[in-house]
């Protein structure tokens, strides 16, 4: 579909289709999107290949059917990659070149150790907090370090002390860097405008390694859709929710950390037109909680934390759970019931790739309870064996076994020594997958609507059943329960952390207690009660039907599960607006002799304008401009730009942060013309 509007007598915008992409952990879903209508033409939902995201990517753009792809405006992806990859301590090689460092404080702060880096030089420079510099970029070390890492690293990355304050000598620092090597060089003062150094130390270093990763899966992308003819600009969800254009997330991939989760927060807006609720997107995974104000989530100020780094990335600020349709349910020696935080295959599925699986599961039901040896539904598969790794002979040999089919966890204790030090690794590597007994089975045996192989499902819960001495129908009701109190009590737990900065879990005993009885769980004598939230649970993901209806229902607040929420997240790609925002200090300088002046530091370096207002002025010109260029580069056709000030009062003087926000957000009002025109 594709037409024309006019205003005014003038052609303004030709409206036509967007292809959204969300790669979860679990499943790679897509939809289609007529701008026209703001409606859902087609989705589809695909199993997500970690070892190479272009295979899931594929198969979900072939489930939108026979799609006229000269008709797609915009092909825009949410994505997990530089979160997995941050948590799983994957990356590319990189030498990390810091400028007026001191060596001691480094090491103090812990990061010295801890920095994934294949080497990291001290070099002599940099500036102070008003860019002034305080020691000459000593360009001989510097051009040693870079001859001994130029053979190692895949990136570079830059950061000097206050070069947000002077990018002089980082820049100087970049130019060096490429007139003797091919590798792409990040430098710290891009990233971020924060004066936090360690933070930066640790956002610039993460930032190099993630781009050979979102290389790879742009450049999969690409190819993908120049296969189906399709030559529309790609674009990439960033951690807070807006687009960036293909460019700038090769060159800022750390800025897609949380993509996915606050994608979703996107898509439930848009299908639910709630825009203040509290956000539930439960995949197979993990559960993601935000919290919607006037329609965009709530953001995290001090940046966002993933897989312990803190850095200066704006993301959503989220609560991530461990707990989603595929999360393993395990009996502990005591037989204490635990569900995650664990990922693993469901039965259902690796039944329906292994069915003989059944007749093991089934035997096992007949088995004698022992608790000493691993869970009998347990099971070890091969996912990838493709790459070239560095594998012992024991490692080697497990593989060669699991090419067979799946081998159950039971038998592997019986035939290796330390088996759970051999599958940890070759987890680590991405070589085996863990698959087991989850909620997504449960509701097979519970419903029989999530596909698969139902024998293999209802086999392992019963299995479990027995080893609890329950009844199946007593196991899957307490399952149920277990997910429906977690998530009820995180969801409490993140809006009373966020009002308080404290949290409930653990709580003292008698808050404890007095949680479960206004929850409903407890009963105490002469108390009674009740929680109630103000705004309502939108809730986005597969399984959420079986699970948030009862939460709301503790929560005394309506749920609201939209249409299309099983692919929220991809629509939320798809009708995320673009945003771009440039902060910019002024700063007063008063020299020896009384002169005052003013400094303005930008991202193009540092400027001396004489009054307040010329400098907030031309804080304001610069500032306008690189926000409008990004705007603008990202693929945004009418773009504004809102300017704000910020004054710091200093005595008898004033610093003024300039921020500029240039961003499409005409999108979704476009939309609601563009469906009265229909």
Known sequence: MSFTVMVNGRIRFRLKLVIGIDTGGTYTDAVLLDTASGLVQRKAKAVTTPHDLSIGIAHSIDGLGNVDFQQVRMVSISTTLATNAIVEGQGGRVALLLIGYDEEIMQQSGLTERLPVEGMSYINGGHDVKGDEVCPLDTETAYQAIQQ??????????????????????????????????????????????????KRVSTVVLNARLLPLIRHLMDSVKKVLEMKGCTAPLMVVRGDGTLIGERIARQRPVETILSGPAASAIGAEFLSGQSNAIVVDMGGTTTDIAILEDGRPWNNPAGATVGGWQTCVQAADLRTIGIGGDSHIWVEQNGSLCIGPRRAIPLCRLGSEWPEIVQELNRAIHLPEDRTVPQLTDFLTIV?????????????????????????????????????????????????????????????SESSQVGGNGDAASAGTEVVARQLNMSIESFSQQILDRVIVMITKEILDKLVNDMTGHDLNPAPPAWGCLLECLLGYETI?????????????????????????AVAEKLHTCCIIPPHAEVGNAVGAAVASITHTVEILVQPRVQGSGTLTYLVHSPRGREVVNTLEEAVKRAESIATELATQAARESGAEMISVELDRQIVSLGTLSEVTVRACASDRQFKKRLAKERSLC
């Open 384 to 444: 990838n064996s493709n790459r070239d790794w560095s594998l012992s002979q024991a490692d080697q040999t497990l593989i060669n076994d699991l090419r067979q089919g799946p081998m159950s966890v039971a038998r592997l204790r019986r035939s290796l020594g330390d088996y759970l030090t051999t599958i940890e690794r070759l987890e680590m590597l991405g070589i085996v997958r863990w698959a087991g007994l989850t909620p997504t089975d449960i509701l097979w």
């Open 149 to 198: 890492y130029r053979n190692q690293a895949e990136a570079f990355a830059v950061s000097g002390y206050f070069s947000v304050m002077n990018p002089d000598h980082e820049l100087r620092l970049r130019k060096m860097i490429q007139e003797q090597t091919s590798a792409p060089v990040v430098c710290g003062h891009e990233l971020t405008s924060r004066l936090n150094a360690l």
């Open 525 to 549: 004598p002469l108390l009674g009660g009740y929680l109630q939230l103000h705004n309502p649970i939108v809730a986005i993901g597969a399984p959420v039907a079986n699970f948030m209806p």
